[in-house]
T-cell receptor, first 113, second 115 residues
Framework: AQTVTQSQPEMSVQEAETVTLSCTYD???????LFWYKQPPSRQMILVIR??????QNATENRFSVNFQKAAKSFSLKISDSQLGDAAMYFC??????????FGAGTRLTVKP | DSGVTQTPKHLITATGQRVTLRCSPR?????VYWYQQSLDQGLQFLIQ???????AKGNILERFSAQQFPDLHSELNLSSLELGDSALYFC??????????????FGPGTRLTVT
């Protein structure tokens, strides 16, 4: 079964600085999808960015970008120019082609003013 | 607002009881997913329905069951409730249930407290 590991339970970043959140996964599949979701204190799950495994190009959404290393099974999220509103739990998620979605345990990001 | 609605927002009940959580997907979405999030933990995938049929199953207990109706809304039934079932239950929907990078849109969740 696929597993998703987020090795950083908590991270902290200074406002306007850059922070990288780590995620690794274990799978025997060659085709799958990866996501980062943000969960602010409201507990709403918000999609931040997604990556298709067959695409070599790293996905980018404004200040958010990923470093996808398929061979290493690594999918890290980089947040540039961090803002106070970025403070949240961030979950890495793996979705197989069969639609089985697995989430990591999450990383709590604190942004210091 | 994701367009996914869940009711009720909060639910408090006693051990041994049965509850039903309801989810309405975004307009046009055929797939509905249910997740459980215990306090300060990640999300556990429970079950997925696609156009009325069960499509994938995760770590769903036998005491739990779900269904998706012809109008595409879904219900999650939790029975013989235990204290450990206290959690935030999310519903999510997506455009299709087949292969594709279609992201899931999450509802606001139902917070269940079992006393």
């Amino acid at each position: 079964a696929q597993t998703v590991t987020q090795s950083q339970p908590e991270m902290s970043v200074q406002e306007a600085e850059t922070v990288t959140l780590s995620c690794t996964y274990d799978t025997s599949e060659s085709d799958y999808y990866l996501f980062w979701y943000k969960q602010p204190p409201s507990r709403q799950m918000i999609l931040v960015i997604r990556q298709e495994a067959y695409k070599q190009q790293n996905a980018t959404e404004n200040r958010f970008s990923v470093n996808f290393q398929k061979a290493a099974k690594s999918f890290s999220l980089k947040i540039s120019d961090s803002q106070l509103g970025d403070a949240a739990m961030y979950f890495c998620a793996y979705r197989s082609v069969l639609n089985d979605m697995r989430f990591g345990a999450g990383t709590r990001l604190t942004v210091k003013p | 607002d994701s367009g996914v609605t869940q009711t009720p927002k909060h639910l408090i009940t006693a051990t041994g009881q049965r509850v039903t959580l309801r989810c309405s997907p975004r307009s046009g979405d055929l797939s509905v997913y249910w997740y459980q999030q215990s306090l300060d933990q990640g999300l556990q995938f429970l079950i997925q329905y696609y156009n009325g049929e069960e499509r994938a199953k995760g770590n769903i207990l036998e005491r739990f069951s779900a269904q998706q109706f012809p109008d595409l809304h879904s219900e999650l039934n939790l029975s013989s409730l235990e204290l450990g079932d206290s959690a935030l239950y999310f519903c999510a929907s997506s455009v299709v249930g087949l292969a594709g990078p279609y992201e899931q849109y999450f509802g606001p969740g139902t917070r269940l407290t079992v006393t």
